[in-house]
């Protein structure tokens, strides 16, 4: 058991997108310190190349309040900083610093009795448009991920920075930022891989990123037979609750414990 294992908090704050900003890294910190919470949960394109400033910053912060952050990876993470040290410590937390952990996708693990499942990845839309180096192969859930995340059976909460189709956005409504057609396809398709996934973990709660909106609905499946709350946080920049929700463990629905 490591020391992220070792937590046993009532409280956390699940966070959105933080995009290597240092300045509102320590103020969201800060902010989550302030509402009670021992841990950050965040959900992807965190640090972009993880540049040792930042993650200086966003140690010094997390020392000052006693908070541990983990966190999923994105599709602007660099999978060239992160992978190396997931072939070195296997599929388990991996601690960058002593105070900030990466989740790698499929590792699971168990906080006052909550079961979590680290799932983070997505698709560029924006690809064509940015050079390798911000963009990574390796950004998207694999076939063999999702089956083994699928295998390992249910779980109350997902943690992603994807958000399963059959999910409704209304901020991607129309493409407003005018992504070619083909990007657009594989991003559905990503989507639809991680909704296979969620049909068989049947989450009580998914919290993600990614889209730089901020959306709470419900993904109801009869044919499955779960109902799942489906948490979408906004990025840096905007409003603080907007990119950051306080979460009671004891008040999170469990897996399949919401049958229709």
Request: hydrophobic share 40%; glycine share 10%; proline share 5%.
């Amino acid at each position: 058991m490591n020391d992220w294992e070792r937590l046993t908090p009532a409280r956390i704050v699940c966070a959105g997108d933080w995009h290597g900003n240092s300045f509102w890294a320590d103020r969201a910190i800060r902010y989550a310190a302030e509402q009670g919470a021992r841990a950050i949960l965040h959900v992807g394109d965190l640090g972009y190349k993880f540049a040792p400033n930042f993650l200086a910053r966003v140690q010094r912060a997390l020392e000052d309040t006693g908070l541990l952050m983990g966190f999923v990876p994105g599709n602007h993470d660099s999978y060239d900083y992160l992978d190396p040290r997931e072939h070195e410590h296997g599929c388990t937390a991996i601690a960058l610093r002593p105070n900030i952990f990466y989740l790698p996708r499929t590792y699971r693990w168990s906080w006052s009795g909550v079961t979590f499942l680290a799932l983070g990845g997505a698709h560029s839309v924006d690809r064509l448009w940015r050079a390798r180096g911000e963009w990574w192969e390796r950004e998207t859930i694999t076939l063999f991920e999702a089956a083994k995340a699928a295998n390992g059976g249910p779980a109350d909460v997902m943690l992603c920075h994807d958000v399963p189709d059959g999910v409704h956005i209304p901020c991607i409504d129309g493409n407003p930022h005018g992504f070619p057609d083909s990007e657009i396809a594989a991003a559905q398709q990503h989507r639809e891989l991680l909704r296979r996934v969620v049909d068989v973990v049947a989450p009580g709660s998914l919290f993600a990123g990614h889209y730089h909106c901020r959306l709470d609905t419900t993904l109801d499946d009869p044919a499955h037979g779960y109902r799942t709350d489906v948490h979408v946080l906004d990025m840096d920049g905007g409003q603080l609750t907007e990119n950051l929700m306080v979460v009671d463990l004891a008040d999170l629905p469990v897996a399949r414990g919401r049958r229709l």
